[in-house]
């Protein structure tokens, strides 16, 4: 099985971006399943029913998400549809929406660092009780590990070697060189990047964000423009027991 996974869609730029690229990618490397990051779809903070159809409709499969998922309050009551969108598993019990969904036989899961990122259940644990309930079926299982700190996205990558297909890490927008398949069969990278303008500081607009640096006082961040990359990896994973093959980055621009 062949899965592409995208990394931090940002604002319109980025949309577009999956439509310029996305259905040419699956036909070329006959992509399964597509899972998208899309917290920033929405004018470069959260997601609303509109960004979500268009995903969905340009070949994303699942999306998942992070700790802007809340930002447009109008996308909380499809968390508990039926559209595969994800928001951290491990938020505490009863906030709405879903960490996981197994389709295609395959089971997507999105966590959160707790490392600079905020006061949610640990992400460790959280997987060991979903992995106990699953019982190793199905056996292809992807992680998106949404968190700021490398050494906690590498420990958990670390943590769940052989027990899942992938852990791919999410969040910081700076696409990372170790894409690595680890020793017992787990895919790995730090962060996937972002798919977003190339001008910009993580996709906001440079100069405002230059403007916080240097002033301290809050600046209105809107997303950059101009030329737009695409960072995104490839997943082979074995068909029986989820063991991953291999990982490949992929980069492309538009514009």
Same mark, same amino acid.
């Given at each position: ?78 968390? +508990?549809? *039926?559209?595969? @969108?994800? /928001?951290?598993?491990?938020?505490? &019990?009863?906030?709405?929406?879903? #960490?996981?969904?197994? !389709? ?100 906001? +607009?440079? *100069?405002?964000? @230059?403007? /916080?640096?240097?002033?301290?006082? &809050?600046?209105?961040?809107?997303? #950059?423009?101009?030329? !737009? ?27």
């Amino acid at each position: 099985m062949l899965i592409l996974a995208i990394g931090d869609i940002i604002g319109r730029p980025g949309r577009r971006a999956i439509q310029a690229i996305l259905p040419a990618l699956r036909r070329q490397y006959g992509v399964e399943m597509v899972i998208a990051n899309a917290e920033n779809a929405a004018g470069g903070l959260g997601l609303t029913p509109s960004t979500v159809h268009e995903l969905f409709g340009a070949g994303v499969d699942v999306i998942t998400s992070g700790n802007h998922v809340w930002a447009q309050k109008e996308i909380i009551p499809y968390l +508990d549809g *039926e559209m595969p @969108i994800l /928001r951290p598993m491990n938020y505490p &019990p009863g906030v709405p929406g879903r #960490g996981y969904i197994v !389709t295609n036989q395959v089971v997507v899961v999105n966590l959160m660092g707790r490392t600079f990122m905020g006061d949610l259940d640990c992400p460790f644990r959280a997987m060991d009780k979903l992995l106990a309930e699953l019982g190793g079926k199905p056996p292809v299982i992807i992680v998106d590990f949404h968190a700021e700190a490398t050494s906690e996205k590498m420990a958990l990558g670390r943590y769940l070697d052989g027990r899942v297909s992938a852990v791919l890490g999410t969040h910081t927008h700076v696409g990372t060189i170790d894409a690595q398949v680890f020793p017992r069969g787990t895919a790995y990278v730090t962060d996937i990047g972002m798919t977003g303008p190339m001008d910009s500081v993580i996709g906001d +607009d440079t *100069e405002a964000v @230059i403007q /916080r640096f240097l002033t301290g006082m &809050p600046h209105h961040l809107s997303v #950059g423009q101009g030329k !737009t990359m695409f960072n995104a990896v490839l997943v082979r994973v074995a068909d029986d027991g989820g063991r991953a093959i291999s990982i490949d980055r992929l980069y492309r621009e538009v514009g």
